[in-house]
């Protein structure tokens, strides 16, 4: 039998206080954060990272060119995005490309400044944050920096492990492994990570992701069968604190080319590693695919392969990978709509272990030309961030933005959108009201899914209270 609130008193008396004493229009399109002293050319967005409530964006060319990495916060389902803090190097160096790379567990951030230390030596900063106050923990060096290393060019934070990749150390290039005691403790050398069949031209290092005790690297620019640069992905095992030796993986022959990259971007949690190949060409030169690996048994093998739902020739899908529970986002930042504007896209999968399917793909309500929106991505939960580092902004052209798309109830909200406007007319009203009140207790199914207002799976108090507080709100209030 359905069930059906009954409105007396109680519901009259919270009818009447929140049209009187409303919040204000809580919106959940997309929304474009920009740094508070954001400049033209900082290319805000180049690289992203999230956690719950949290955004943080890279700004390689902020601060005057010194580089500058930007934290924003949102208070509550629907609320405002605010710029909560701009870290800066502890030693802020021209050119040093502080923000290019991030990590991020929720209390500690890793940013990496490949150029930093003269020459390209490269370094990598560790700030904590406890409550909203960001405090610098740390500068982390390579223990033989060389000419051009890039050390932090990438990085990969899992638990009290930090793995740094130094691509253009001599050689071929490096992974580094650092521990810590626990939070709050620095990072000290464990190891250093090479692949055995390394050569000069390998960038070993350009990308790197830890899960646990088990750490893929990538090598793109690594020679195989289908030419040079063709690229290669390595796994590493380790074991107490020593690191095994590896296993290499590249494309099979027959999809493998040369310059395809494979290894440019990767991804890993727990039994599940995602290897991007942006450069490769299934549908066309450059349009790029993602591998997915799955390990039985201890034993890593091939799965599935995903491409674009709606492939574009150079359109680079994979340059940003990020896996996250049952979801995974691939950036493709040389797309877009149309695909000659490079506008770039997002696209969101889901799924588990050797099964993704697509769920939704990501574009820009107000794409620009050239914004190149999916050069960084991340996803946590419910809510991706996508950065289009050469989006103009306030601050000027290419000062660059990073976009927050909500998912409710499996659906990513790409327009400017109230939450609480049930019947999707753009106004919050007394239909919205009748519509949430009928299915007020139920689960959030059927007729009943667009009055599940937060997205929490079912039509109850919350939904109530944030349609009552936006009771008679546009969404010309929602920024656009």
């Known amino acids: 039998m359905k069930k059906v609130f009954r409105r007396g008193a109680v519901l ?3 009818l009447v206080i929140g049209l009187a004493t409303g919040a204000g229009a809580q919106c959940v399109g997309p929304v474009k954060l920009f740094p508070l002293d954001g400049a033209a050319g900082d290319a805000f967005g180049t690289a992203v990272a999230s956690v719950g409530d949290t955004v943080i964006g890279g700004a390689p060319n902020g601060n005057g060119g010194t580089g500058a990495v930007y934290v924003f916060r949102q208070g509550a389902f629907g609320a405002p995005w605010a710029q ?46 406890a409550g909203t106050v960001w405090s610098f923990a740390q500068k982390i060096v390579s223990a033989g920096p060389g000419l051009g290393d890039t050390f932090g060019g990438s990085l990969s934070l899992s638990g009290n492990t930090l793995v740094v990749g130094a691509p253009g150390t001599s050689g071929g290039g490096n992974a580094y492994v650092y521990v810590r005691t626990g939070a709050g403790q620095p990072f000290a050398l464990q190891a250093t990570i090479v692949s055995q069949d390394r050569t000069v031209s390998d960038l070993f290092g350009t990308a790197v992701a830890l899960s646990g005790d088990t750490l893929w690297v990538g090598a793109p620019l ?9 690229g290669a992905a390595y796994v590493f095992q380790r074991a107490g604190t020593v690191w095994g030796a590896g296993t290499k993986f590249v494309l099979p022959p027959g999809t493998a080319n040369s310059w395809d990259q494979f290894g440019n971007t990767l991804q ?6 995602v ?19 799955t390990r039985s048994a201890g034993v890593w093998s091939a799965s599935l392969t995903l491409t674009n739902p709606s492939p574009a020739v150079a359109e680079r899908f994979s340059a940003s990978i990020k896996l996250a ?65 050469q989006r103009s902004g306030p601050g000027g052209a290419g000062a660059g933005t990073v976009y927050v798309f909500n998912r409710i109830n499996g659906v990513w909200i790409t327009q400017p959108r109230l939450a609480a406007d ?16 009928g299915c007020f207790g ?13 997205g929490n799976g079912s039509v109850g108090a919350n939904d109530l209270s944030l349609l009552l507080s936006n009771f008679g709100a546009s969404v010309s209030a929602c920024p656009g």
């Open 325 to 389: 529970g049952g979801s995974l986002i691939v950036g493709s930042p040389a797309g877009g709509i149309p695909a000659s504007t490079i506008q770039g896209s997002a696209t969101v999968f889901t799924g588990g272990g050797g099964s993704w399917t697509v769920q939704q793909k990501l574009t820009a309500p107000d794409g620009q030309a050239s914004m190149r929106l999916g050069t960084g991505a991340s996803i946590a939960g419910n809510l991706a961030a996508v950065g289009a580092p």
């Open 268 to 273: 890993v949690e727990g039994d599940v590693a």
């Open 84 to 129: 909560e803090a701009r870290l800066l190097a502890s030693d802020p160096q021209p050119l040093a490309q502080f923000g290019s790379a991030l990590a991020f567990d929720g209390t500690t951030l890793v940013v990496g400044a490949p150029s930093a230390d003269s020459g390209g030596r490269g370094a990598v900063y560790v700030y904590s944050r």
């Open 12 to 14: 009259g008396a919270a």
């Open 442 to 454: 139920l689960p959030a199914s059927g007729g009943c899914t667009p009055a599940d207002v937060d």
């Open 422 to 437: 049930v019947d999707a007319n753009g106004t919050v009203g007394a239909n919205d009201l009748s519509i949430l009140l």
């Open 222 to 230: 690594k020679p195989g069968q289908a030419g040079i640069a063709q």
């Open 275 to 293: 290897i991007g190949a942006d450069q490769n060409g299934p549908f066309g030169p450059a349009n790029g695919k993602a591998v997915v690996y």
